[in-house]
């Protein structure tokens, strides 16, 4: 480790918490409907998508109208995504004439990207036309991420609100999140990307002569945009194979250290909105100290672990860090932060391939994906799933000090308890089920390229990774078969919508409820008691599940590497 590494870490850390109230406070002004400086250029264009589509924005809906539209727009954007990709060899904007996808590649991609997940089993250079990048992915990127902060809002008008019946309008959060926010930035970071070198044209292959004289072909194609959006909503599928390790995507140190900005900014601000929305800016800033307590200690398990370097290669008179699988352009201080940053949040983007990292190294991100990526977490959806661990954590808390568990004014009942519970089980239980599964079958046995822990680790991997809607992989694993593709469109549906439909019960339930004034008794959820109740209840409901699977694959997998065994 170097100390411009670690000064690397504390300047981004910095700059995130710089901007976590200015973003919080443009995001409190979405929450709540209030007018922006952009309304004035945009307010036209939201007030036609309402008369078009017959839409009152002032009409609020109940937790299951709020879930039911939520699925419904779901479910037509995945069906258009299917068709898009399937026909694809017929549709235009195809210059390197590319055949539609086979059944089981539409199916796992159209689900992949309709739930931010953006898993990818495929080369997007050498499978997807410019049209599908456009209408059948980058869509999603702007809808699923406008979904899951439109998903987060309402959780907090549960928590806000005295005895209502209504969580807010699902078409209007999901219009003016896009509108007022993913999209104008989005534009802006798109031209910076394009100023840095990353190509944004409707061109296809360009040949080129190298210095070596080689005739060489070069994909182009609209990728600024997509990286744009791809960064800013977590979503992390890449218009290049390499994804982020891709010059085209990520041509700079600063391009790199922007990128890694913009999968965190919106989630810290949210801790902020969430914060003012419940009349107390302190809860906002104790659930993302939580949040940071998780983060940095995982960037400095993964930093060290990837600059002691591997020490099978140490006996053989090779000293320094781990460079394997890493851009010389970066690193290892910023691949290793860019590996936790993006599966601390959904986002799943990476600059370094996580396959090649140390076996504990490569632990911490498979670790942040089994907590339920709630260490920032994905738009919206980090914020919500951390909140589910805040409702058992205050119930813990509750059951110490003998009375009726609050939080930020609400008592949290068994009602909130077994839906909080349901919505935490789905990750154990779909995550293990299915590497147990694919561990025993033929079909799932054939995919990993490795043998022993590291390839129990890449089938470990990619089901949190699907699971979490994350979307990273060790990236040893051929994934791109039938059974792969099914059972993981599979697991990525199961880990987005069997979590948002009791976490919108919750947020039903408590905005029902009166809000009860804090009192002596009252077990405080501001201070550094709290900050430690909460991160010791992600670790032990979230980690604890998984320490079988990790001692199978990771810890296994170092204990071979340092005895110099191979697998």
């Known amino acids: 480790m170097t100390v411009q590494g670690w000064m690397l870490i504390l300047l981004f850390v910095g700059v995130l918490i710089a901007l976590t109230k200015p973003v919080g406070l443009w995001l409190f002004a979405l929450y709540e409907g209030r007018r922006t400086p952009l309304h004035g250029v945009l307010g036209p264009v939201e007030r036609g998508f309402y008369r078009l589509a017959g839409i009152d924005p002032a009409v609020e ?83 699923s991420a406008a979904t899951g902060i439109a998903l987060a809002f309402a959780l907090f008008r549960g928590f806000a609100r005295r005895e209502a019946k209504a969580i807010g309008n699902f078409w209007a959060d999901v ?100 914060g003012k929305a419940v009349g107390n800016p302190r809860q906002g800033w104790a659930i993302l100290a939580a949040m940071l307590l998780l983060f940095v200690g995982g960037v400095a398990v993964t930093y060290a672990q990837e600059a002691a370097g591997n020490p099978l290669l140490h006996s053989l008179g090779v000293a320094g860090g781990n460079m394997e699988g890493k851009e010389v352009r970066f690193g290892i201080a910023a691949s290793a932060l860019f590996s936790v940053v993006t599966t601390a949040a959904s986002c799943g983007a990476v600059n370094a391939m996580h396959d090649s990292f140390t076996p504990l190294g490569g632990m911490i991100p498979l670790f942040n994906m089994q907590l339920g990526e709630v260490v920032i977490g994905g738009v919206g959806a980090g914020i919500y799933g951390f909140l589910l661990f805040a409702i058992l954590a205050v119930f813990v808390a509750g059951l110490m000090v003998g009375r009726t568990p609050e939080y930020v004014g609400k008592k949290i009942e068994a009602r909130e308890v077994k839906l909080a519970v349901l919505a935490i089980a789905v990750l154990p239980l779909a995550i293990l089920g299915m590497t147990a599964l694919s561990a025993v079958l033929e079909p799932g046995l054939a995919g990993p390229l490795n043998k022993g822990p590291h390839g129990f680790s890449e089938i470990l991997y990619a089901f949190t990774s699907a699971v979490g809607n994350n979307g990273s992989a060790f990236a040893g694993l051929t994934a791109n078969t039938p059974y792969y593709n099914g059972l993981l469109g599979v697991a990525m549906w199961l880990g987005r919508f069997f979590v948002i439909v009791p976490m919108l019960a919750i947020a039903g339930s408590l905005a029902a409820k009166k809000v009860v004034p804090a009192s002596a008794g009252s077990f405080p959820t501001t201070g550094a008691l709290w900050i430690g109740l909460l991160v010791g209840i992600i670790l032990i409901l979230g980690g604890l599940t998984f320490l079988p699977s990790l001692a199978l694959g990771p810890i296994a997998d170092h204990l071979a590497m340092i005895r110099g065994q191979t697998f």
Do not use: C
């Open 61 to 143: 809906q109940g937790w299951r109208r709020y879930a039911l539209q939520m699925l419904m727009f779901n479910v037509a954007l995945l069906a258009l995504t299917y068709a898009v990709l399937r026909l694809q060899g017929m549709l235009p904007g195809n210059p390197q004439g590319l055949p539609g996808l086979a059944p089981h590649l539409a199916f796992d991609t159209a689900i992949s990207f309709t739930t931010n997940t953006n898993w990818q089993s495929y080369g997007g250079e050498s499978t997807m036309s410019n049209l599908s990048q456009m209408l059948g992915l980058t869509i999603h990127n702007f809808l």
């Open 175 to 274: 219009t003016r999140v896009t509108l007022y926010l993913l999209l104008p930035v989005s534009i802006v970071y798109a031209v910076f990307l394009i100023a840095s070198g990353v190509p944004q044209t409707m061109a296809g292959v360009v040949d080129v002569s190298t210095l070596e004289g080689a005739r060489q072909s070069i994909l182009l194609g609209p990728v600024a945009s997509q990286e744009a959006i791809k960064m800013l909503g977590t979503n992390g599928g890449g218009f290049y194979n390499a994804n982020s390790a891709h010059p085209f995507e990520n041509p700079t140190a600063l391009t790199n250290f922007v990128q890694m900005l913009s999968i965190f900014v919106i989630g810290f601000g949210l801790t902020w909105t969430f």
